[in-house]
């Protein structure tokens, strides 16, 4: 497969999952800094919004920190393991 079609299709699926390719911190989110992000909030990311059920894992009706840090952590591993993919293809 052509080098640059991976990357770019990779670049497309990187972008999709940060939070609404916005890359915004939680503060950002919790514009009423209570320390939680209400789905109000996510409510202008259309990408957290989407991931709203997995992201609250406890139920609760709102994100706190630590389910926002799981998030990043998986979204960097996701990275790293692409990033690991593309140094393995063969070159062209």
């Known amino acids: 497969m052509n080098k640059n079609l991976v990357l770019a299709t990779l670049a497309l ?8 390719g916005d890359k915004m911190s939680y503060q950002d989110f919790d514009a009423n800094q209570d320390g939680m992000i ?7 990311s259309p990408a957290l919004s989407a991931q709203w059920t997995a992201l609250d894992a406890n139920a609760d009706g709102m994100i706190d920190q630590a389910e926002f840090a799981k998030m990043e952590v998986r979204e960097m591993q996701q990275q790293q393991n692409m990033q690991q993919n593309m140094q ?5």
């Open 38 to 44: 209400s789905a109000e909030e996510a409510a202008t």
């Open 13 to 20: 699926l990187v972008s999709g999952s940060v939070v609404a």
């Open 88 to 92: 393995q293809m063969p070159p062209e």
